[in-house]
T-cell receptor, first 113, second 118 residues
Framework: AQSVSQHNHHVILSEAASLELGCNYS??????LFWYVQYPGQHLQLLLK??????LVKGIKGFEAEFIKSKFSFNLRKPSVQWSDTAEYFC???????????FGTGTRLKVLA | GAVVSQHPSRVICKSGTSVKIECRSL??????MFWYRQFPKQSLMLMAT?????????EQGVEKDKFLINHASLTLSTLTVTSAHPEDSSFYIC??????????????FGPGTRLTVL
């Protein structure tokens, strides 16, 4: 069965620390990959997406993610987090040819000022 | 950008009643919308895919007679929870697909509706 794993459920960082959130998926075919962010009390917002081409994708607010096909991974990174990055982050995978997303369980990030 | 709204944002109802939740794409047309359910501290689970002008496609384990979906126009999909029970209490989120004519489609999400069944 297709699945998406986010191994870090809770992450606490101090401001200016570097961030890397893991995302691994299990699916043998071609996929589209997404990271969404949900700020407290707000709806899911798209951070970045990968469909094809350069496996290093840059998104909004200084976030980037790298698709490593051999590892079935799409990890999210930010070199220096801010207090305002406190939110929940969801990785999602959409098998090509379908419009469905499979979401990971999410990672709650808390950034200490 | 693509904006999706949901109404109401919160609803409390008595057990046995029905509740309708609306999902609208405000600045684009969406041939496909999706309904998700999010349990506390868990991920989003896809309930069904709503296609304009045709029947919704439900995921395995989702009761289609309980969760009625109607996608009557290119900007509106509704989810009706019929004969709601306390176990239906949850956070319901819709999304709409921006149709770019190929593989590069992205879903944009509404703010969600918190349903509490007493």
């Amino acid at each position: 069965a297709q699945s998406v794993s986010q191994h870090n459920h809770h992450v606490i960082l101090s401001e200016a620390a570097s961030l890397e959130l893991g995302c691994n998926y299990s699916y043998g075919g071609t996929v589209n990959l997404f990271w969404y962010v949900q700020y407290p009390g707000q709806h899911l917002q798209l951070l970045l997406k990968y469909f094809s081409g350069d496996p290093l994708v840059k998104g909004i607010k200084g976030f980037e993610a790298e698709f490593i096909k051999s590892k079935f991974s799409f990890n999210l990174r930010k070199p220096s987090v801010q207090w305002s990055d406190t939110a929940e982050y969801f990785c999602a995978v959409g098998p090509s040819g379908t419009y469905k997303y499979i979401f990971g369980t999410g990672t709650r990030l808390k950034v200490l000022a | 950008g693509a904006v999706v709204s949901q109404h109401p944002s919160r609803v409390i109802c008595k057990s046995g009643t029905s509740v309708k939740i609306e999902c609208r794409s405000l600045d684009f047309q969406a041939t496909t919308m999706f309904w998700y359910r999010q349990f506390p501290k868990q991920s989003l689970m896809l309930m069904a895919t709503s296609n304009e002008g045709s029947k919704a496609t439900y995921e395995q384990g989702v009761e289609k007679d309980k969760f009625l979906i109607n996608h009557a126009s290119l900007t509106l999909s509704t989810l009706t929870v019929t004969s709601a029970h306390p176990e239906d209490s949850s956070f319901y989120i819709c999304s709409a697909r921006v149709d770019s004519g190929g593989a590069a489609d992205t879903q944009y999400f509404g703010p969600g509706t918190r349903l509490t069944v007493l």
